[in-house]
């Protein structure tokens, strides 16, 4: 089936103006997560989403960063007002939560959206 | 949260077997140990999981030692397609997996 994907693509904006990055999980995923991964660098945990619900909103970086998902499906990551260190490509990835045990699940990620902020 | 502790970067040549080691102290009793592969602009694919002892697929071997403190990835005969960041992570299913920095393998012809 199809995987993870990811638009656009590449995103270049100007800084102060808002961005929206969007995801679309495997269908019956039901948990996905945003991550952001500067150049060089690992990646950066910024939110988590069981549901439509975030019940880990820990890494968002400030409050110019939001996400929502809705019908347990799509996801949008929102930056306003970018600034030049939000340049980065942002990964999103899904896993399909299996009941019981402590076995983390597998993430399946997308090719991501880097975005440069000028 | 389990810290993991894994070499920055890594040189191989095609064909030997390649070993990268991560180190986790602190590691919990639920906690697994994944290893994740990235290639240049792509997002991570897992590899390989394990919690104790050996486990083995089609694409590595995982070694997991009684204590649990660390583990080593082993990539058989690698090849340039080889050529990626490997992670390494620790952690159970309650809690958001931490990609540290990797481990950059270079194979060179």
């Known amino acids: 089936g199809a995987g993870v994907s990811q638009s656009p693509s590449n995103k270049v904006t100007e800084k102060g103006k808002d961005v929206e990055l969007r995801c679309d999980p495997i269908s019956g995923h039901t948990a996905l997560y945003w991550y952001r991964q500067s150049l060089g660098q690992g990646l950066e945990f910024l939110i988590y989403?069981?549901?439509?619900?975030?019940?880990?909103k820990s890494g968002l970086p400030s409050d110019r960063f939001s996400a929502e998902r809705t019908g347990g499906s799509v996801s949008t990551l929102t930056i306003q007002r970018t600034q030049q260190e939000d340049s980065a490509v942002y990964l999103c990835?899904?896993?399909?939560?299996?009941?019981?045990?402590?076995?983390?699940?597998?993430?399946?990620f997308g090719p991501g959206t880097r975005l440069t902020v000028l | 949260l389990a810290k993991t502790t894994q070499p920055i970067s890594m040189d191989s040549y095609e064909g030997q077997e390649v070993n990268i080691t991560c180190s986790h102290n602190n590691i919990a009793t639920n906690d697994y140990i994944t290893w994740y592969q990235q290639f240049p602009s792509q997002g991570p694919r897992f590899i390989i999981q394990?919690?104790?002892t050996k486990v083995t697929n089609e694409v590595a071997s995982l070694f997991i030692p009684a204590d649990r403190k660390s583990s080593t990835l082993s990539l058989p005969r690698v090849s340039l397609s080889d050529t990626a960041v490997y992670y390494c992570?620790?952690?159970?299913?309650?809690?958001?997996?931490?990609f540290g920095r990797g481990t950059s393998l270079i194979v060179h012809p």
């Open positions: 394990g919690y104790k």
């Open positions: 990835a899904s896993s399909f939560l299996a009941s019981g045990g402590a076995r983390p699940d597998t993430q399946y």
């Open positions: 989403f069981q549901g439509n619900s975030a019940p880990d």
């Open positions: 992570l620790v952690g159970d299913r309650d809690r958001v997996p931490t």
